[in-house]
Structures are given as C-alpha cells and as structure tokens.
C-alpha cells in the first residue's frame, strides 16, 4: 500500500485517546513511507492524524470542496491539496489517490464515507481494503448492528468480511496487507431481472 485514504471527523470528541491515536496513525503511515489522503481540514480528528503525518516528514494529500475551503478549515499547510466542485467529488478523488481505506471516529460524514466505500467494495467497484480502527471501542455498536443485519438476511457474511475490524494501528494495518478481496455473488441473478 503506497497511499491510504483516512476518513474521520472534524472534531476532535471528548475522548483523548481518538485524538492520540489519529496523531499516531498519521505518524505511523509516515514512517512507512505511506502517503496519507484526507478530508484537508486543519481541525479536529483530520487534523491530528495530518499533524502527526506531517510531524513525521509524510507526504499528506488534502481533498476538499470548494465551499468548505472558503471556510477557512483547510490546512495549507499540506504536501498536495486538490479543490472539489462537491462532496461527491471529493470522495471519487479521495478513493482515486488511494490503494486503502481506514476509517476513524467521526459523525455522519465519516460513517456516510465509510459506508459508500464498502459499498462500492460489495458492488465490485474496487478491491481495496477497507478498515476500521475501533479506538476504545468506538464501533462496537456499529460492528454489532452490521452482524443483527447479517443474522436478519440483510447482509451476506462475505460482505460484512469485507470490513476489516482492529482495535490496534499495527493489527489493521497488518489485516489490510493481507486482505485478499472476496468474489461474492450478487443478491439479485441474471434471470430475476
């Protein structure tokens, strides 16, 4: 993996460790001479995990709507920063810059990018890895709700295998290295259309 795409949020939460934890990721991806793409914005979760990158001499790729930027959160302070018409641009262009995916604590739009990147996973749009680092248990309730929709028939197995789950840096990343995508057959066949 030469570049990782890191979803997360804008603010910072009221859990230090989150905030510990994205500084450590981003320093992390900088020593192993992994590109770091993000969000762009100078504050919150993105921030710190682009500050510890960037601590770290890591190369660090910002994408970021036109409005957003004009709000003044961008961090120009990065190594490459590309300008969006929209948020649906900005995740194409993140995803395109990226050979994986990690995901951290967020609000809405990290879990809205999280999901649209699995998605497009199960839909066979890409083969990435896709991750999540579940700092302090962060996402067990959402991991939980993911196996009620596999045991309710809303999801297949194969597809909930394809998020990789680890409360540690290192374990993800390790996960990711050797994710080997699956072939899943789809719900609807050729002759139920």
């Not at 083969?127 to 309710?152: C, H, S, Y």
């Not at 290192?170 to 066949?189: A, E, F, G, Q, R």
Request: aromatic share 8%; charged share 25%.
């Amino acid at each position: 993996m030469d570049s990782i795409v890191v979803f997360c949020g804008s603010s910072e939460g009221n859990d230090q460790k989150i905030i510990d934890e994205a500084y450590a990721l981003g320093k992390n991806l900088a020593q192993k001479n992994i590109t770091l793409v993000y969000g762009a914005a100078k504050i919150g979760v993105m921030g710190r995990v682009a500050r510890g990158a960037l601590d770290h001499h890591g190369k660090v790729i910002g994408v970021i709507p036109e409005f957003l930027k004009m709000k003044e959160v961008v961090h120009f302070g990065l190594t490459e920063l590309y300008t969006t018409n929209n948020m649906h641009e900005r995740k194409w262009r993140m995803h395109e810059l990226s050979d994986a995916i990690i995901t951290l604590p967020g609000g809405f739009g990290t879990l809205e990018e999280l999901f649209e990147m699995i998605t497009w996973a199960q839909l066979g749009l890409h083969q990435k890895p896709v991750g999540i680092l579940n700092i302090n248990g962060f996402f067990d309730d959402l991991v939980r709700f993911l196996e009620k929709m596999v045991k309710n028939g809303f999801l297949k197995m194969e597809n909930f295998e394809m998020l990789l789950v680890a409360d540690s840096i290192d374990s993800l990343l390790l996960k990711m290295s050797n994710y080997k995508p699956k072939s899943v057959p789809k719900w609807i066949k050729k002759d139920q259309v």
